[in-house]
């Protein structure tokens, strides 16, 4: 049977995890709401502090060296698409860009109670996601212009959920027995 205290303490660290999981999840898309054109569109926002802009760049860039790895050569057609010279094309559209793992990862490791070395382990997090998602969208681009299929008949968003969030259930493992370490 759980202790009164402890099972108090699980409660608050479930309630702080929803809350800055919906706090960055939803402040996340109501962002690119004020930071695309059309809608509640805010230049300044656009201009200087679009972060999922970034981020996805700095997806694109990985994928792109991923795929330039297979030897194709890849050409970036706009701000949300990237294509084999010659070949096909693969969209990262806001959905691929992972802000949902992200969101996860970020609330996790804020309400972990009396954690140590929060920000490093949030971007240390930040930058495996980057990697997982980075390498997801430049195998993809392989895959669709090699003609394969993807395993079990599964998409490849579903693919990088699966693979992300497991690793992040490791990641989550390494931060709760270091945290325990410390403490000891």
């Excluded at 809350?19 to 004020?34: A, D, N, Q, S």
């Excluded at 695309?36 to 990985?62: C, E, Q």
Aim: net charge positive; hydrophobic share 50%.
């Amino acid at each position: 049977m759980i202790h009164q205290e402890g099972a108090k303490a699980y409660l608050i660290f479930l309630a702080k995890l929803f809350g800055f999981f919906v706090l960055f999840y939803y402040g996340t898309i109501f962002w690119i709401g004020l930071a695309t054109p059309g809608g509640t569109y805010v230049p300044f926002i656009s201009n200087y502090l679009d972060y999922i802009h970034a981020w996805r760049v700095a997806l694109m860039k990985g994928g792109s060296l991923v795929t330039a790895l297979y030897g194709y050569d890849v050409v970036w057609e706009s701000n949300y698409t990237l294509r084999v010279l010659g070949g096909k094309e693969v969209i990262i559209a806001y959905d691929c860009v992972g802000y949902g793992v992200v969101s996860f990862w970020t609330a996790f490791v804020l309400a972990y109670p009396q954690a140590t070395r929060r920000w490093l382990w949030i971007l240390l997090g930040f930058i495996a996601i980057l990697l997982i998602n980075s390498a997801r969208i430049g195998l993809y681009l392989v895959a669709r212009n090699k003609g394969w299929e993807m395993p079990l008949g599964i998409d490849q968003h579903t693919w990088f959920n699966i693979i992300a969030y497991g690793f992040i259930l490791w990641m989550m493992y390494l931060f709760d027995r270091k945290q325990h370490i410390v403490k000891e």
